[in-house]
């Protein structure tokens, strides 16, 4: 057994091998494309939001890796998660990977620090990856309404979030995970940052999309089930928020996060779990775990950015103006796990 892993997850990681003598690949999982344009926004719903179970879960999990809770992380290891996750968007997320920043970095970012719990750091390179991270780190990690002189941590986040580590105690994978309510949607950001000013620029339309997203398919929930209304008032939603992993995680070991993290909000008497499916492979994970589809948006269905088949000086771009090469879109999902 690995020393660095709870008594209690290893005891759960054996029972699960002796259980399972291998893993499967999710089942496959279509989106729309930007024709089907009868199939974009709202989806068809049940009558009854029922119940999920997580046992048809049981042999997609993973044999050799356990999600772990981040509660106990110090802050160098929680930016450690945040770079893994950070690489892995910029790489793989559909919006992310397409959206080109602008080729020079903003002057007023030039020479100034940044200072938070997780340090005093100057913005460092102008890549997408460390875009990302400082998106994450502002937005997520941090709470970006509060003063620029006392920038508060997101205390809610390491109780949720979860980890995948190597037998050297190295992150390859996480899951960043929030309890969710209406208010986060009303929530505006310091206009006073410079940091902040700069990732926004490439972030905006990424931001508009999800935030729209989860905003209509919030209120259509709230309007269609009594309960879920009554849930996300009383702090009972969760949202997986984003989930990641390195190239020494396998992609099929992946899906133990995400099992994971509904385990989490279930044993904390949380009684539904959101998350907004950018990738077919998260609505498979999902859908495995009876997720129900809500909303969904398109990438290709409009040009909203301008086209340039290469980064321009200081305008945010893509090669032709869609905010991303895939014919598909985000799937907003629920699942009612108590």
Known sequence: ???????????????????????????????????????????????????????????????????????????????????????????????????????????????????????????????????????????????????????????????????????????????????????????????????????YIWFQPIHHLLLGQESEALQTLCNHYPDFKAALEFGKVGIHFMVARSPSLPTEDTFELVVASVERFKELNYTYVVTAAANQWTGAAFELLGGVRVHFAPYRAEKKLIASSEELPHRVSSKDGFISDKDSGCMFYVIRIN
Request: with cysteine.
């Open 1 to 199: 057994m690995n020393p660095l892993m709870p008594k209690e997850v290893q005891q759960k990681k054996q029972k699960r091998s002796y259980n399972n003598s291998f893993m499967r690949k999710l089942p496959g999982c279509s989106f729309p494309n930007a024709i089907e344009k009868d199939m974009h926004g709202m989806q068809p719903l049940p009558s009854v939001l029922m119940k999920a179970t997580i046992d048809a879960a049981n042999d997609y999990r993973s044999i050799k890796y356990q999600a772990i809770s981040t509660e106990q992380f110090d802050s160098a290891r929680i930016s450690q998660l945040a770079r893994v996750i950070a690489r892995s968007f910029a790489l793989n997320e559909p919006m992310a990977r397409h959206i080109q920043p602008p080729r020079n970095m903003p002057q007023y970012v030039y020479g100034k620090k940044h200072k938070d719990d997780f340090g005093e750091d100057n913005f460092g390179d102008w890549t997408k990856e460390n875009i990302m991270y400082w998106i994450i780190r502002l937005f997520v990690l941090t709470e970006p309404g509060s003063s620029l002189n006392d920038i508060q941590v997101n205390k809610q986040l390491q109780k949720y979030s979860l980890a995948i580590l190597n037998n050297e105690s190295k992150i390859i994978g996480g899951a960043l995970n929030l309890p969710l309510s209406m208010a986060d949607l009303e929530n505006e950001f310091r206009n006073n940052d410079p940091f902040i000013q700069a990732v």
